[in-house]
């Protein structure tokens, strides 16, 4: 059995188009939209080749990693300057290709409401917005740049490799002023929209100077606000930009973009825009040029080689075979394939398109209700971002300041718990109702061993990533490099596996972290700010004068999660909210390690919950030749939500479910 990987590429940019992205206009031919062609005819293949470009660098640096491992283990003598080489080689890939991100609508925002705008709304907020994103990264541009004239004054270099740091800052440079042309493009083409849809020429020069004005005074707000209330509090000032960070993200502003300009904005308030700047001058090269930093794309490689290797299928006919025989089996089967495919993926979204793409026709053949068959897929494919190795961890675990081992340790028997939760609410309701999960022909004990045989590359490369980082022989870092390259090699060994896989499964990976480092400069600006207003301190000191139990309040932190979880993305969901409520959860003495799995399974729950829920959307796409409703969806994915409540519950009263694994551990530095 063989997965159809261009469904499961449809199905995956289907999920980041309802995840986020900006709504593209069709430019007409007036000048607005003359410029935009022209902007695009020249940024296209720029962006285009400098992505391939970090694509490749993905690939290298992940088998620089394994060179200098080997030579570590095997010979005692790890490679001099590797530790500079992974950061510097991480600032190429991720500023060579934000702008290609932006291109294919790849920076994650909000579509709830934009969602039931009209085109014209849309694209009227659009164009404000591309004016504040151009605005954002063309000064950090200017600043990156000049800061890079002064490291080549200055005759600046790294310490091992004597690498010079203008050349990095010039690379910074260089994709955010990519970005911020791209995002001027974007601006233009929405303008070339309205003015075709604007029957009175004069009402869109109307509407233009409205826009503009907007623009300019969102852009110099704090500047504004500080000449109109030059007294308002700290905590005043960070309620505000936080009301206005929310408002913006709702209307469809990229998460990353959002953040950026709310801690910049609020920044001209409280320390001058001279100040202002110079922070952000730093902050958009420091945010990215960190060592550890380097896990995320090892991680998102290792799940996209796997995902474009059809493991998926060789999972799921595993499970098939050694389930379908029970009541429900095929169901049972596809949850078990979820967990192993997310014991090797860690993204729930690939999880749920991969899994769903081969296991609903199976299901269908054996006449499965539509219910059971969407809702189990759905449910296991929110595994993906619990069973380590996990990318959702490694967000937290950065933002935290956690260890990122100790995360891994601490999902791996809460993610096998809620497995055989999943596993077992299929079961019983196909004993309680046959007729709604026949079971399967029988298999011979040859028939079964096979499938099983098949994977267990995909059993090795886990073992050897999870059990590395536990015998601390790895550090999360080595084994994301070990599971990247791990990953290839199954890949190359993997039948129908080709070189334009290769290059997709890198493209996407590269993207994807693009996506992820624009938020951490975002996150970079926004957490600057949020200190100075003393918020976090403020709204721990609030929680504490209240007279009630603190499991009240931790519940409804878990609530903010579950809403939360149905209509954003679980990593910018963790970048926004981190920086507020993790000091008030470690304030009110709850385990971080712990806490962080309770939450990962929150939002996890919102993402298969009404009335949104990302990965409803992935198997509505998967499902949608045999006419499934979302209705049936919703309706299937009831008892797996049970079933997570009652984990929870069961986490929170025996928290050392969760601890005993980490706590076994000998971690010697919070992020190594």
Not at 177 to 203: N, P, R
Not at 254 to 266: D, E, I, K, R, Y
Not at 328 to 336: C, K, S, Y
Not at 395 to 421: D, N, R
Request: aromatic share 12%.
């Amino acid at each position: 059995m063989a997965s159809n990987d261009s469904d499961v590429d449809t199905i995956i940019e289907v999920a980041q188009l309802e995840s986020g992205g900006l709504p593209v206009a069709e430019a007409g031919d007036d000048a607005f939209g003359s410029v935009a062609r022209v902007l695009h005819a020249v940024l296209d293949p720029i962006c285009r080749y400098l992505c391939y470009a970090a694509a490749v660098v993905t690939l290298l640096m992940s088998i620089a990693m394994v060179v200098d491992l080997v030579s570590r283990l095997a010979f005692g003598r790890p490679l001099s300057g590797m530790i500079e080489l992974q950061t510097y080689m991480l600032v190429f890939m991720a500023f060579f290709s934000i702008a290609h991100t932006m291109l294919k609508n790849q920076h994650v925002s909000v579509d709830l409401f934009t969602s039931q705008m009209s085109a014209r709304t849309n694209s009227i907020l659009q164009s404000v917005f591309s004016s504040w994103g151009a605005f954002i990264f063309g000064a950090m541009s200017w600043l990156t740049a000049s800061r890079s004239m002064e490291a080549f004054r200055r005759d600046e270099i790294s310490d091992i490799i004597q690498m010079p740091f203008w050349v990095l800052y010039a690379v910074v440079a260089v994709g955010t002023l990519l970005l911020a042309l791209t995002l001027v493009g974007l601006l233009f083409t929405h303008l070339s929209g309205l003015y075709q849809s604007l029957e009175g020429k004069a009402s869109f020069w109307l509407l233009l100077l409205g826009m503009a004005v907007v623009a300019v005074a969102g852009a110099t707000s704090g500047l504004i606000l500080k000449a109109v209330a030059p007294d308002l509090s700290s905590p005043a000032i960070g309620i505000f930009y936080t009301l206005l960070l929310m408002l913006i993200l709702l209307l469809g502003f990229p998460v990353g973009f959002s953040m950026a300009f709310a801690g910049l904005t609020g920044l001209f308030y409280l320390i001058g825009s001279n100040v202002a700047f110079n922070v952000t001058k730093i902050n958009t090269y420091d945010s990215v040029a960190v060592y550890f930093f380097c896990v995320i794309p090892f991680f998102l490689l290792m799940g996209f080689l796997i995902l474009h290797a059809g493991i998926g299928a060789k999972l799921y006919n595993a499970g098939i075979k050694v389930f379908g025989r029970l009541p429900g089996g095929l169901a049972v089967g596809t949850v078990a394939g979820c967990g192993g495919f997310a014991a090797i993926c860690g993204d729930s979204v690939a999880s749920a398109a991969t899994m769903g793409s081969v296991s609903i026709p199976e299901m269908k053949k054996y006449d499965y209700d539509d219910s059971l068959a969407t809702g189990s897929v759905a449910a296991g494919g929110t595994l993906g971002i619990l069973i380590p190795p996990s990318i959702g961890f490694v967000v937290y675990g950065i933002i935290t300041e956690q260890s990122i081992g100790k995360m891994f340790m601490a999902g791996i028997v809460p993610g096998i718990i809620l497995t055989l939760g999943f596993a077992f609410a299929a079961y019983i309701q196909c004993v309680i109702n046959p007729k709604l999960g026949p079971k399967s022909e029988k298999f011979t004990a040859q028939e079964v061993a096979k499938p099983i045989f098949d994977i267990w590359p995909v059993g090795a490369l886990f073992a050897a990533v999870i059990g590395g980082i536990y015998s601390g022989i790895l550090t999360p870092t080595e084994a994301g490099g070990v599971g990247a390259s791990g990953a290839l090699l199954i890949a190359l060994f993997s039948k129908g596996f080709n070189r334009h896989k290769l290059f997709a499964a890198l493209l996407e990976a590269t993207t994807t972290s693009a996506m992820i480092f624009t938020i951490l400069i975002g996150v970079g600006l926004l957490g600057y700010f949020i200190t100075l207003t003393d918020l976090p301190l403020s709204f721990a000191n609030f929680l504490n004068t209240l007279d009630v139990n603190r499991y009240i309040i931790f519940v409804l932190i878990l609530l903010l999660y579950l809403v939360l979880g149905m209509v954003m993305n679980i990593i910018p969901m963790m970048m926004l909210t981190l920086p507020i409520l993790f000091p008030t959860v470690v304030g009110l003495g709850f385990d971080p390690i712990w806490f962080g799995v309770i939450m990962v399974i929150m939002m996890e729950m919102g993402q298969i919950t009404p009335p949104v829920g990302i990965n409803v959307f992935v198997i509505h796409g998967v499902a949608k030749k045999y006419n499934v409703s979302m209705a049936t969806i919703y309706r299937g994915i009831i008892p797996f939500v049970v079933v997570e409540i009652i984990v929870i519950f069961l986490l929170t009263l025996f928290p050392d479910i969760v601890l005993w694994l980490p706590d076994s551990m000998d971690v010697l530095a919070p992020l190594d």
